[in-house]
């Protein structure tokens, strides 16, 4: 079971980078995923969600209208493509996958396997 | 979106303490919550689900607790390898909200 991400680098600010993350070692097609971010030094912060047919996404504010999540199942990818790059936005971007557990009768949602991260940095 | 402040911000302790950290939410999110460990260089962890379930291959020194608003992580005996930052995650609403982190250190 492996996530790895690339498509990370330089990149000046206003343009745009897509990233990707390819998933080996389960079935991709049925499982929910998400990006998750960390700038130097700093927190994590969750980026952005996507279901597993794609039919259903959400976005963090700070970068909705500016990202855009989206997937191929036939190809066992996650994609994060990044327009309008900003100086903050330089930060070490992970793909997680979100498992559904069974809990007293619930169901409960863990991010069990993560990506090693790809960085991209902004600047001119 | 639903803020959660995770305290304290770092914390120092010595090889056999029991250590306690927070996470408060800004609204209830039921028990829709999760603790990761980050080491310096690598991905987070799954340390904890469902705000008290314990992931498999995790040692049960770790702990969770809490419903609502109010969550713990509790280590009840640092080990060596303990030494990390640790988040909380809600994932009850979108867009899902991190902690601030708690760097774990050595006293």
């Known amino acids: 079971v492996q996530l790895v991400e690339s498509g990370g680098g330089l990149v000046q600010p206003g343009g745009s980078v897509r990233l990707s993350c390819a998933a080996s070692g389960f079935t991709f097609n049925i499982y929910t995923m998400i990006w998750v971010r960390q700038a130097p030094g700093k927190g994590l912060e969750w980026l952005s969600y996507?279901?597993?047919?794609?039919?259903?996404?959400y976005y963090a504010d700070s970068v909705k209208g500016r990202f855009t999540i989206s997937r191929d199942n036939a190809k066992n990818s996650l994609y994060l493509q990044m327009d309008s790059l900003k100086d903050e936005d330089t930060a070490l971007y992970y793909c997680?996958?979100?498992?559904?557990?069974?809990?007293?009768?619930?169901?409960?949602?863990?991010?069990?396997?993560w990506g090693q991260g790809t960085t991209v940095t902004v600047s001119s | 979106a639903i803020q959660m402040t995770q305290s304290p911000s770092s914390l120092s302790a010595s090889v056999g303490d029991r250590v306690t950290i927070t996470c408060r939410a800004s609204?209830?999110?039921?028990?829709?919550l999760g603790w990761y460990q980050q080491k310096p260089g690598k991905a987070p962890k799954l340390l904890i689900y469902a705000a008290s379930s314990l992931q498999s291959g995790v040692p049960s020194r770790f702990s969770g607790s809490g419903s609502g608003t109010d969550f713990t992580l509790t280590i009840s005996s640092l080990q060596p390898e303990d030494f990390a930052t640790y988040y909380c995650?809600?994932?009850?609403?979108?867009?899902?909200?991190f902690g601030q982190g708690t760097k774990l250190e050595i006293k």
């Open positions: 995650l809600q994932d009850h609403d979108y867009p899902n909200t």
């Open positions: 609204q209830g999110i039921r028990n829709d």
């Open positions: 997680a996958r979100r498992l559904r557990a069974l809990v007293s009768s619930q169901y409960f949602y863990k991010m069990d396997v």
């Open positions: 996507i279901s597993s047919s794609g039919s259903t996404i």
